[in-house]
Every structure is written in C-alpha cells, then in structure tokens.
C-alpha cells in the first residue's frame, strides 16, 4: 500500500472515470469458486450413502453464489448515499423480518428461520448489513455535533432491540456480531476514550452479570469451557466438533491429502462442514498451503475495504465501510479460529465459502455496497489518497 498524491490533468480526468474494484470482486469470486467446491468435496459422500444426488448442495451452493453475484453489481450501481433515505424503513423491515421467526416452529431448538418453499430465509443474516446502514446514519451528524452521551445512548438503544431478538432465537454468534460491529463504528464515529473506557466496563459488567445469573444456556457454556478449558470438555460432546476439527485441519498436514482425498471429509467425521466447518475440508483437503492462501485472499478484501473507506466521499461511506470490514473481520476470525481451537463454536459461517443463501446474499450485497462507495469517490485535484 502506497500514499500517493495525484494532480496532473490525466490524474483528475482518470478519478473522474467511474471504475468498480475489480481486485475486490475477484477475490469474492475466487471464494465463491472455492466454496463451491469445498461445499461439495464435503457433501458428496453423505448425499451419496443417502441415496441423494451427490452434487445437491453443491448444484444449490453455485446458484446462491450466482445471485449473490449478480446482487453484486445491483448494490454496485445504487448510490450508496441512497441509504440513508430508506433507513428508518430498513430498520422497520429488520425488526419485522427477526420477529415473524417466532411464528414457525422450531428446526434443532432454533428459531432463525422463515419457510419459503425449499429455501429457508435467515432473517438474523441480512440483519447485520442492515444495521451497519442504519448506524452509520445515526452516527453520521457526530462529526460537527461530537459524540454526545445522548447520541451513543440512542445508538446502543437501536442496536439493543434487534440483538435481543436474534439473542432469543437464540443465535448468540450473530448477536456478538451485532456488538463488535457496533464497537468499531462507534470508534470511527467519533466516540470519545472516555466513552469507549465506560462501554468495555460496562461491557465487562454484563458478561460476569451472564455468567453469574446463568443466562446462558448448558450447551453455550460447554462451547466456551472447551475452548479455555479443553481438558475439561467432553470429547463425545461439547468438544466433538472442535476436536474432528483440529484432527481434520492437522492430518492434511503442508500440502495436503489431495482434493475428495480426505477421510475426515469423506466419512463424514466432522459436524456441519458444508457450513460451519467449511474451513477443515479445506485444510484436510489443500493443506497448510491451501488454508494459507484462503486466509491470503481474505486479507486482500480486508485491504480493499480499508482503501474505500480511507478514498469514500464522505463520512457517511466512510462509517458504512467500516461496518462491513468489521462484520467480515469477526467473521473471518471467528469461523476459522473455530475450527483451530482459538475460538468458541457459535455457528458462524464463512464469508462466501460456507453453505448457504441468506449469507452469502448478505455478504454479496455488503461488498457491493461498498463498491459503490469506490465507484463514487471524491476526485479532488491535488488529494492524497491510497492506492
């Protein structure tokens, strides 16, 4: 990465050209492919001990990564100012979407789902680029009027509301997103340390308020004790995932086993992996190279997204750029920490690679909204900028 300053006439005229980050949208198409095959290599042999067509999940999988694509470019040409008009609407549309989940009936004592047809609708997931627009409005006047205690009070109030719906799906992975995206936005929104220094305690005074009052559920409990007290896990239960996980990842060793080679992958040993676990099909399969070259392309987009938002136009792209680098960021981290062992088992999937509609829309959607920020910065002669 490179500062650069550009005011020639040929410099001006060449940021007047609306050009799309096409670095950003290949690397989500690498993914995509990736996926897809991943998705597979890991479906096939239990499709196919089931009497089920072998290339389902994959033939499904391809075709949510075509339409998250093409939302793609729809996101990409809407002026990301545009928003900012509908937001008490999306937010409407957001409380309604996560409420209307409480109507069906439970699938593996979760209700996260609204039934359309074959497809299952994930309001939870759509959610969290949904609040990243409507924060990064409510967030937008603190530049000229200073984060006041009033401002960031109605910010976690907004925030509160739908987190405590996905928290009662419940869906405590999607909630903990909800609250790292809030965090980081509110730091690029203008947040005083002061104020930051009074969330963590108050942060910090909630978790051991959860922990003390037993809020959280049995099987959420056993998920953390297995990652910070591995010993003490069940093997057979709370740990199982974890441990096929790591033995999966380890097996495939530098290069790995070879593609639709893995055992751990062929026999089905790991739990949820065209989803959850998506990653130890990679690392049974590619290897140390492989996993290491996914992580590679993931930083690519992290990288893109901090050079939209440092070139948006104004603050209002620069807060929604955040949020979608924070929402992919924890994502990243979470997922793939998972399956290594460094992270709790809280079901969330990876970006562009996991099995599934709603996030792969939803993530699709997010890049393209932050495309049209690139599409649309600023070109002031003699401006510095990265490139």
Known sequence: MALIARSSPAAVSDRRRPTPDVILFLAMVVLSALGVLMVYSASRGRLEARGLDPTGEMVDQAIFAAVGLVLF???????????????????????????????????????????????????????????????????????????????????????????????????????????????????????????????????????????????????????????FNPSAADPLGAAYNRIQSEIAIGSGGFFGKGLFLGTQTNLDFVPAQTTDFIFTAVGEQLGFVGGALVLLVYAVIMWRLVVIGVN???????????G????????????????????????????????????????????????????????????????
């Open 73 to 227: 470019f729809v996101a990409s040409f809407i002026d990301y100012r545009e928003w900012r008009n509908v937001t008490p609407f999306i937010y409407i549309a957001t409380l309604t979407a996560l409420g209307v989940v409480f109507l069906f009936d439970p699938v593996a004592n979760a209700q996260r789902w609204i039934p359309l047809g074959s497809y299952q609708l994930q309001p939870a997931e759509f959610a969290k680029a949904a609040m990243i627009l409507v924060l990064a409005s409510v967030l937008v006047p603190a530049k000229e009027e200073g984060m006041s205690w009033r401002r960031l009070t109605q910010t976690l109030v907004i925030v509160a509301i739908p987190a405590v719906l996905i928290y009662l799906e419940p869906d405590l992975g999607t909630m903990l997103v909800f609250a790292f995206i809030t965090l980081v936005m509110l730091f690029i929104g203008g947040t005083t340390f002061r104020q930051l220094t009074v969330l963590m305690a108050a942060a910090g005074a909630g978790i051991l308020a959860i922990w003390k009052l037993e809020v959280l559920k049995d099987y959420q409990i056993e998920r953390l004790q297995s990652v």
């Open 312 to 322: 948006a136009r104004d603050r209002y792209g620069v807060l929604v750029v955040a």
């Open 324 to 387: 979608i680098a924070a929402m992919f960021a924890f994502h990243i981290y979470v997922n793939i920490g998972m399956t290594v062992g460094i992270a709790p088992v809280t079901g969330l999937p990876l970006p562009f690679m996991s099995a599934g509609g709603s996030t792969f829309v939803t993530m699709a959607i997010s890049l393209g909204v932050a495309n049209s920020v690139w599409l649309r910065r600023s070109p002031v002669p003699g401006e510095t900028y990265i490139v």
